[in-house]
């Protein structure tokens, strides 16, 4: 059975090209949400709010920066709840046989959340879903991360040794490169979607009553 493959470099490129062309909107949004996260409760929604961003990019659609305070965003939290516990748990657990299962189950599970708010699944089959779909493109996921967590690491390092300004440089390059980051994300989340698609996708019914041609 063949895998379609993550183009790496490609998903990075569409990224940073849907990143500049709404780079207003999402870096408000970012801002917005960097300066509420740390409000108890509100932080529920806004994170949500962050995810569907994040599944919105991925459509190809415009991204309104105030989505992530919208009531929609505080429907069916025992789920969300449910989802992150099973998820943490599993990863937890994957821990005590060492450090490496935990890594690929973490990247396994790393859409579980995507597929629960955009695809009106059950936690257990989001999970389900996101190991599937990323079946044979494991360390695709974790090297096109570590490449944007090493160019991000790198630009705020360098950032960091301007004199005097050096600290505030870095603050204000990590909320840039941040939203940046969400485009990169959301064009990831569209290749595994369609893949989901196809999985949860129902068989087309057979009209029985049809009477085959002679």
Request: glycine letters at 8%; one cysteine or more; aromatic letters at 14%.
């Amino acid at each position: 059975m063949t895998t379609e493959k993550l183009d790496i470099m490609e998903t990075i490129k569409e990224g940073f090209r849907y990143g500049l062309r709404n780079f207003l909107p999402l870096l408000v949004m970012v801002i917005l949400y960097a300066l509420t996260f740390w409000i108890p409760y509100l932080n529920v929604g806004t994170t949500i709010g962050l995810y569907k961003a994040v599944i919105a990019v991925g459509r190809g659609e415009k991204v309104d920066p105030t989505a992530i305070f919208a009531k929609d965003n505080f429907k069916g939290l025992s789920g969300f709840f449910l989802l992150l516990g099973l998820l943490y748990m599993g990863i937890t657990v994957s821990m005590f046989f060492m450090f490496f299962p935990a890594l690929v189950m973490s990247i396994a599970w790393g859409f579980a959340i995507y597929f629960y708010l955009d695809k009106n699944v059950s936690p257990l089959k989001s999970l389900k879903l996101s190991y599937d779909t990323t079946y044979g493109n494991k360390w695709r996921i974790f090297a096109l991360e570590l490449i944007c967590a090493i160019c991000i690491g790198l630009i705020c390092a360098l950032l960091a040794l301007v004199p005097k300004a050096g600290i505030v440089l870095c603050f204000l390059a990590a909320i840039v490169l941040g939203a940046i980051m969400v485009a990169v994300e959301g064009v990831m989340y569209d290749f595994f979607s369609k893949k989901a698609d196809t999985i949860i996708a129902p068989e087309t019914p057979v009209d029985d009553t049809e009477v085959p041609e002679a």
